[in-house]
């Protein structure tokens, strides 16, 4: 293949690693802020940040996706799976009123996007490395790297 025949899948993988960048900072600071504007106390803010947690063990998520092995396109399923979830949480997340809801509600369903949006990010990136060549790798890095930086 070509270097230009690997630009799609340059810019689908880059585009994921910003959705799902884009998401956890939200998580981790666009959702506090708003909830600073509704009155929840900083302890409470504190709290719910911890639903950040699952990023920390990302490692021990890769052992499922290597584990329970599809057939064919075993990256792809595992993306496209963990993807419909995670727009499912997308979804339960966004059809929730923050000045109504619950301290625990609230902290379940951010912590469990956390935990979808963190497993997520293995098959996507795994895709990249099992698709690309190795001189092609460290340009879906700088990719990686600028899309954190610009979802910042």
Known sequence: MTKLSYFH??????????VLTSTSI?????????????GWSGTEIGLFQMSGLPVILKFLFASPIDRFRFKYSNYVKWSFVLGCVFLLCLFVLSSLKVETMTFKTLFIIALFTSFVVSWLDVPVNALAIERLPELERSKTGVIRSSVTAFAA
């Open 9 to 18: 899948l340059h810019c689908t993988i880059g585009w994921c690693n910003f």
């Open 26 to 38: 939200y998580l981790y600071l666009g959702l506090p802020l708003i909830m600073r504007e509704q």
